[in-house]
DNA sequence: ATAATTGTATTAGTTAATTAATACAGTAGT
DNA sequence: ACTACTGTATTAATTAACTAATACAATTAT
């Protein structure tokens, strides 16, 4: 897995969304297993108390779960992955509209600017 | 003006943000006189010296200029104006083209869940 | 059995953001 | 002249994030 951090927010809190990401997104799948916390660590090229941070916080939101002593774990639930996207697309959505409708465009010239932005995307 | 902070970014950054959305949106016009930074922390609410590093970062964009004992102004440049909101318009669509993107959603499924999400919003 | 790996806990040091409390020099209005 | 206000500078204290260096108890693999 490939992570990639801005100065301007908080790591673990970068690494809680990226992993989310590639959950929801489905480059991991349920019950799949994580890299162990400092390998995961090493990976980022983060404190492995960092990671730790970012994991033990999302055992919250229930996308992930850890056992102890095997290792922690992708949920199993697909109807949480499910849930948990469909928050995401509310918020990522909600906060763009939010700032498009705040610079004065309309629905349509949002359409239009996407359609432009959008063409190195959107293969 | 009104402010809205989060805990999850730094406040001078968000200041910068906001104050920027201001000028390019028109809801501040070019060569108008900002309050000064001491009237301005006590509206948001925060530490003159956050305020006035968020001001002070503010310049290099070229959207205000400070002179000295008379204030600081918003630019009287309408074309520098345009061009920042140009680039807030771009930075903000692509990343949310990216994440829609990584959710593995195509152009026109987004134009479904903006067209969804979007209703309260635009009028 | 025993060696290695797991998540977790603890203590300490560093850095950046924020608040706090002043201070100063220049200008505008009286 | 004088008062008030301007941006700016400085020094200090506090807090949260991050790094560092270990340690431990439990389980898996050999």
Excluded: C
Aim: net charge negative; hydrophobic share 40%.
């Amino acid at each position: 897995m490939k992570w990639n951090f801005s100065n301007d927010r908080a790591i673990y809190l970068q690494i809680i969304e990226q992993l989310s990401l590639a959950i929801v997104s489905g480059a991991l799948a349920p019950g799949d297993r994580l890299l162990s916390v400092r390998e995961l660590a090493a990976e980022a090229g983060v404190n492995p108390n960092t990671m730790q941070k970012a994991l033990s916080e999302m055992e919250q939101t229930g996308l992930v779960h850890s056992s102890r002593t095997a290792g922690r774990f992708v949920t199993e639930s697909r109807d949480d992955i499910l849930k948990a996207k469909a928050e995401i697309v509310r918020e990522r959505t909600e906060e763009f509209i939010h700032h498009m409708n705040a610079l004065g465009f309309s629905e349509k010239e949002v359409f239009e600017i996407i359609k432009e932005i959008g063409s190195e995307y959107f293969e």
